[in-house]
Nanobody, 121 residues
């Protein structure tokens, strides 16, 4: 059974920080790159960040570069997204996904249910 569960979302003021977590079942996590995507109301789902299986390669959307950090702990089957200096435009549902190291959501095979992040101005 493939299973990804995100947590850590919530309401935060602009300039604040949140850390999202995504816990994965073993089969989902092993050997897979992991990604974070987000979808704001009325908009398409956009790439945020991705990390290779070993953690040595990371990629970020330009809009979050320098503010967000993706990391993973393979011993815990968990991937994280540390979000600092949050802006109202970061408000979205955030999804984690497992698949290939890519910015294209269609390269990811497994998805979590999403966690809401709301940044107030």
């Amino acid at each position: 059974q493939v299973h990804l569960v995100e947590s850590g979302g919530g309401l935060v003021q602009a300039g604040g920080s949140l850390r999202l977590s995504c816990a994965a079942s073993g089969r989902t996590f092993n050997g897979n790159a992991m990604g974070w995507f987000r979808q704001a109301p009325g908009k398409e789902r956009d790439f945020v960040a991705s990390i290779s299986w070993g953690g040595g390669v990371t990629r970020y959307a330009n809009s979050v570069k320098g503010r967000f950090t993706i990391s993973r702990d393979n011993a815990k089957n968990t991937v994280y997204l540390q979000m600092n200096s949050l802006k109202p435009e970061d408000t979205a549902v955030y999804y984690c996904a497992a698949g290939y190291l890519a910015r294209d959501q269609y390269q990811y095979d497994y998805w979590g249910q999403g966690t809401q992040v709301t940044v107030s101005s």
